[in-house]
């Protein structure tokens, strides 16, 4: 299947392997897309009034970077920053807002009070659910807010192994050139190196090594970085 550039969007590419070919060539002249404020029909803005409902709470989140909502809509009441959604793991609107790449709505509640360290139940962070999904400019947005890339969570993941884990090769950059540690650990000794190998991402994997990710480590088990990518075929 094609794909394109998810830090520029410029550059389409007929498969996966064309872009890993591409990327050390591309990565020297790529730049993130800056994407203009939508501007949606009024009309289109759901009132917000009395108590804060929870399902127009996540509506709110789901669907406010998607022409239909104004960023402002979510702080009218400013209690639904705050709000804790139980039906999605104990988050919160920032933690929603930030997992769907929604970068308008989290600058909007960041400015308004929203408290960047939210976690949900898990311990996970907005920072390591967008790093997850590769919303390079709600990463971006989140570290230059002071978001910590030494943040672990209930399992010990960082926002680097989840970036790893997924092939964003973008995203785990620039989570390295905020000091991301390049040989940090979870619960199971997998580092962000052994999730790369593991996943198949050869170019994350080469990222991870030129900034000195140890290619020796074991998990508990005893798996290394060339064991696992043997193992799941990569």
Not at 45 to 53: F, H, L, Q, V, W
Not at 148 to 158: G, I, R
Not at 179 to 184: I, K, R, S, T, Y
Request: glycine share 6%.
């Amino acid at each position: 299947a094609s794909t394109v550039c998810s830090k520029c969007e410029k550059v389409a590419y007929c498969c996966r392997e064309h872009q890993l070919v591409h990327w050390k060539t591309h990565k020297k002249n790529c730049k993130k897309v800056v994407k203009p404020t939508p501007t949606p029909a009024p009309s289109s803005s759901p009132a917000i009034t009395g108590e804060p409902d929870i399902n127009t709470l996540t509506d709110l989140c789901k669907y406010s970077s998607k022409n239909k909502l104004n960023g402002t809509d979510l702080v009218t009441n400013l209690s639904f920053i705050h709000i804790v959604d139980n039906v999605h793991y104990g988050t919160t609107a920032l933690v929603l807002g930030c997992t769907n790449g929604h970068v308008e709505v989290a600058r909007v509640l960041l400015d308004n009070g929203a408290n960047i360290h939210d976690r949900n139940i898990k311990g996970t962070t907005s920072l390591m659910l967008a790093s997850q999904n590769g919303h390079y400019d709600v990463v971006s947005l989140l570290l230059e807010r002071k978001a910590s890339p030494f943040d672990m969570n209930n399992d010990s993941n960082t926002a680097l192994m989840y970036a790893s884990g997924s092939g964003h090769i973008a995203v785990v950059e620039l989570l390295l050139d905020s000091g991301a540690l390049v040989n940090a650990k979870n619960k199971h000794g997998f580092s962000s190196l052994l999730y790369a190998c593991q996943a198949g991402y050869a170019d994350v994997a080469e990222l991870l090594v030129e900034r000195g990710a140890n290619t020796t480590d074991r998990s508990n088990l005893g798996v290394t970085p060339l064991m696992s990518a043997c193992l799941h075929g990569q």
